[in-house]
């Protein structure tokens, strides 16, 4: 068997807006890579060998991978549609694609090997469906998404070694079918494009394109059951064309049990880190509703305690079978001992059945208000809440992350409690189109029943029982 080469080449990632500092800190830490941040918000750019795909795959702050053909920082698009158009097609067959069909093949063998793993026959869904728009630019004029047609990759697809592939030309190299047999490959170009001065929209963009690659190529064209997924994102004057590599968003990877509304694991991990969770840290999240911030907390930092609760005994049982399916995945990896540093309990966000200064870091996703809940109950439940857990944070050490897109209640709640916390650094993030912050607070020195604030009687402790029913995730 030939020894494979390595190769390097560029990666692209989706990443939740606002942390794309936090997943390039991640690559930096993990592959030992320099992430360059898009100038479209939530994409970050590294190079990497190609044998280090795997360690790729267990990035927790990134929703969506690709494998860059090629990047365009300034590209000239002409004046009118009909020349643009023309320069997309021809733009196809002079693009660099052997290095990253390889990877994408590569790919194929690991995703098959987890198959084998979990010894099902695992469906394909639309992997546009996640995180489409996750990197277009806010507030942009024109933002589409489209695809061109293209059919799902079923298990076992792709059987080539890797190793078996090298020395093959651009055309020849992509052309294998199922079990390595030649083959048409079925695909899609899929077009995310943001910015108010191109002549052509996103269909007409993919069509053309799309056409123009199914040319060069030979293969298929299907939207649904497609094995390569082409992309083609432009923001403004970046252009960059790349092959899918994840099919389904990453973030989804904890939750079974999913809520009306669930945080996404990649957010959660990127809230984390904000706190930077030290060993031996008791962290709770008052506001639990599925467990996504627990649960990723105790997979990543293990050395941490975590407890997990919440008012409603439905977000309670979620997160319960959350924990317990991922105990089961474990098991069947063999990964480690039975347990995690996690417990689940029910209780009143107001009422907390904790010691004053007893906990190190407290993070939760607050009520928005939007989809669970009224802003008009969060007037009143946002005072109490940051009172209580003012109470059972650790004084001067203590710190508090927390998302919410009620600002303005934030804001003003928050005001109010100059001498149990002061705010250190927010960021911005969109969630599912609405525009929200992440708080990181720190607990000031003052002991709790030394200030104005805590002695306050105006709390409401019905606030948490209404407002707190089910809490608001995205």
């Known amino acids: 068997m030939t020894v494979c080469c390595q190769f390097t080449v560029t990666m692209g990632a989706t990443v939740p807006t606002g942390f794309e500092h936090c997943a390039a800190e991640e690559v930096r830490e993990k592959l030992g890579a320099e992430a360059k941040i898009s100038k479209d918000r939530g994409r970050i750019y590294f190079q990497m060998s190609s044998d280090s795909l795997p360690l790729v795959h267990q990035l927790r702050s990134v929703d969506n991978l690709f494998v860059v053909v090629k990047e365009y920082v300034d590209y000239q698009f002409k004046d009118s549609k009909e020349e643009t158009l023309k320069d997309l097609q021809d733009l196809a067959s002079k693009l660099p694609w052997t290095n990253p069909l390889e990877v994408w093949k590569l790919n194929n063998v690991l995703k098959k090997r987890r198959w084998r793993r979990r010894g099902a026959n695992v469906s394909r869904p639309n992997p546009s469906s996640d995180g489409a728009k996750e990197g277009t630019q806010e507030g942009a004029a024109d933002t589409e998404t489209q695809s061109l047609e293209a059919e799902p990759e079923q298990p076992g697809r792709v059987e080539e070694d890797y190793e078996d592939n090298q020395g093959q030309q651009d055309k020849g190299s992509a052309e294998t079918g199922a079990e390595g047999t030649p083959g048409v490959l079925k695909f899609r170009v899929t077009c995310n494009r943001a910015g108010d001065k191109h002549s052509f929209t996103s269909n007409e963009a993919a069509r053309d394109f799309g056409g123009a690659v199914q040319e060069f190529f030979q293969w298929k064209a299907d939207m649904t059951k497609f094995d390569v997924e082409v992309l083609l994102n432009i923001h403004n004057n970046e ?13 989804r990877r904890n939750i079974s049990h999913f809520g009306p509304t669930t945080l996404r694991s990649t957010l959660a991990y990127g809230m984390l880190r904000l706190c930077k969770p030290q060993v031996s840290d008791v962290i709770i999240d008052p506001m639990c509703g599925t467990g996504a911030i627990p649960l990723e907390g105790a997979l990543e930092w293990k050395h941490s305690y975590y407890l997990a609760g919440d008012n409603n005994d439905q977000a309670v049982n979620r997160t319960v079978n959350n924990v317990a399916h991922i105990h089961r995945k474990r098991q069947e990896k063999g990964c480690g001992p039975w347990g995690l540093p996690i417990d689940t309990v029910q209780w009143n966000l107001c009422r907390l059945p904790l010691k004053t200064a007893s906990v190190d870091i407290i993070i939760t996703d607050m009520p928005f208000g939007k989809r669970m ?11 109490s809440c940051l009172r209580e857990m003012a109470r059972v944070c650790r004084p001067g050490t203590g710190k508090a992350v927390l998302l919410t897109q009620d600002k303005k209640c934030f804001a003003k709640a928050l005001s109010r409690m100059g001498g149990l916390w002061r705010k250190s650094h927010t960021v911005w993030v969109n969630i599912g189109g609405l525009h929200a912050g992440v708080y990181l607070l720190k607990r000031v020195a003052s002991a709790f029943g030394e200030t104005p604030e805590d002695t306050d009687e105006r709390r409401d402790p019905r606030g948490a029982e209404t407002a707190g029913e089910e809490k608001e995730e995205n």
């Open 239 to 251: 252009v960059v064309i790349g092959v899918a590599l994840t099919e389904e968003s990453l973030h």
């Open 373 to 383: 809940g009224s802003k008009k109950r969060n007037w009143d439940l946002y005072p």
